[in-house]
């Protein structure tokens, strides 16, 4: 049976409410969620029953029971005013009440705990903070390959925003996978049904995400984003609907997405061949995975000699923060030489995670995915340039040596670098490009 209310549709109403208390008697399977305890206890303080919080609201008996039981866990903006209103509360109070209906994907428990220095992205921070300023982009794509740190940036730039201008940060976790198969990660806050369904991109999450979000003053995270979420059909329903708000997503593939929305992450700069041994702690790279380092071990103090190595470790590790991490935790038990020298000789050693890593067990294993949904004219340019030459090449030379014409070539190198895939010099007012180490560490692994 479909019941339409004032202002909240309810699937299978729920049966009278028992004496005792919400969620008891016939209605078996349903439990009172944060908000619907809170409604009660709001109900309840002001000495108002059931009858008579639906008359005052104009909400019907049945729709404010099955809010509180919890059978209808997310009520739109418009039942929520019109409870506060009845109920009497206040600007701050009627805050609340909107926060806590909002499912704990949405909440600032759902953003992903980071700890560390966060260094070398000081232009990228304040790119981004005036893309997504006042009158400015209300949507923008951060891109790049796993690791390089578009999640840290976007939280960043997004707590940012909070701070210097009061806007609302709604985070929407996509990235991981136990989630979209319906499996919530042990400890992660309770994320229900909808959420799920605005993953899959079903048409009633959509439908329910953009209630939720319709008056909000904020930005909206769409982390870890992937080409089945239909990104671009997804942020266009919100945008078009949601007049306040602005969208920040993350994603290893962009498909699909606007090219004026792009913004891609390189990874951190790296030292080069003559950086005098006293620059190199600041130079980003090598600053970060020393940071890292002495966290593990807050001896650690490195001599000219083991700063050089630190460095090797950095370019061959490309500067990605993810893979300086494990690289930093394998300094437990190997020296930054030993390191180094692994790299050389078994990197895959050193970028796959300690066992103890239950997270993410496997490293860099989008990567492969990236290679995989690659065309067969942009894997064998990669194959082609990395393996005739170990230095960088411009967009005239790969085309010359790949038999193609330069607009050909020029869009692959588009999309590559896009994708992260490959590092961007320039060199006498000319672009060169080199394919990231990791890439290739990442065919080995397929390979093996």
Not at 23 to 45: I, N, Q, Y
Request: with cysteine; aromatic share 4%; net charge negative.
């Amino acid at each position: 049976m479909r019941l339409r209310n004032h202002d909240v549709v309810l699937e299978n109403p729920s049966p009278p409410e028992s004496s005792a208390g919400v969620g008891s008697g016939g209605d078996e399977g349903v439990r009172a969620t944060a908000f619907g305890r809170r409604l009660r206890d709001l109900r309840l303080r002001t000495g108002l029953s059931q009858k008579q919080l639906a008359t005052s609201s104009t909400l019907s008996v049945r729709a404010i029971r099955d809010l509180e039981n919890g059978r209808v866990r997310q009520p739109r903006m418009d039942t929520l005013r019109l409870l506060s209103a009845a109920l009497g509360l206040g600007v701050p109070e009627m805050d609340r009440l909107a926060n806590d209906h909002l499912p704990g994907a949405l909440t600032r428990e759902a953003e992903p705990a980071v700890g560390g220095p966060f260094l070398g992205r000081e232009q990228e921070v304040a790119a981004l903070t005036a893309m997504l300023g006042p009158k400015r982009h209300r949507l923008v794509t951060i891109t790049g390959i796993e690791g390089v740190g578009k999640t840290r940036l976007a939280l960043e730039v997004a707590s940012g925003l909070e701070t210097s201008e009061g806007l609302t940060v709604v985070w929407l976790p996509l990235d991981d996978d136990r989630f979209r198969g319906g499996n919530t990660p042990v400890g992660a806050p309770d994320r229900p049904a909808w959420l799920r369904e605005v993953v899959r991109s079903g048409l009633d999450g959509r439908r329910r995400l953009v209630e939720t979000s319709a008056e909000v003053d904020g930005i909206l995270v769409l982390d870890g984003a992937r080409p089945e979420d239909e990104l671009e059909a997804l942020t266009t329903n919100i945008l078009a609907a949601c007049p306040l708000l602005r969208i920040l997503v993350t994603t290893r593939d962009p498909v699909g997405m606007p090219l004026d929305t792009l913004f891609p992450l390189a990874p951190l700069p790296l030292p080069s061949a003559d950086t005098p041994t006293a620059d190199l702690d600041q130079v980003p790279s090598v600053a970060l995975l020393l940071a890292r380092m002495k966290r593990i071990q807050p001896a650690f103090r490195p001599d000219p000699r083991t700063l050089a190595d630190v460095a090797d470790i950095c370019r061959a590790l490309d500067g990605i923060p993810a893979a300086l991490e494990v690289a930093a935790h394998w300094s437990l038990i190997y020296s930054p030489r030993q390191l180094a020298h692994q790299l050389d000789t078994e990197p895959l050693s050193v970028v796959r995670r300690p066992h103890g890593d239950h997270r993410r067990p496997e490293a860099f294993a989008s990567v492969h995915r990236t290679i995989a949904a690659l065309s067969r004219r942009q894997r064998d340019l990669l194959t082609t340039m990395s393996s005739e030459t170990d230095d960088y090449w411009s967009v005239p030379e790969a085309a010359n040596r790949m038999g193609m014409t330069a607009a050909e070539c020029a869009d692959d190198v588009y999309h590559l670098l896009i994708l992260g895939v490959l590092r961007r010099v320039d060199h006498h007012d000319v672009a060169t490009f080199r394919m990231l180490n990791i890439v290739g560490i990442a065919w080995l692994t397929a390979a093996a």
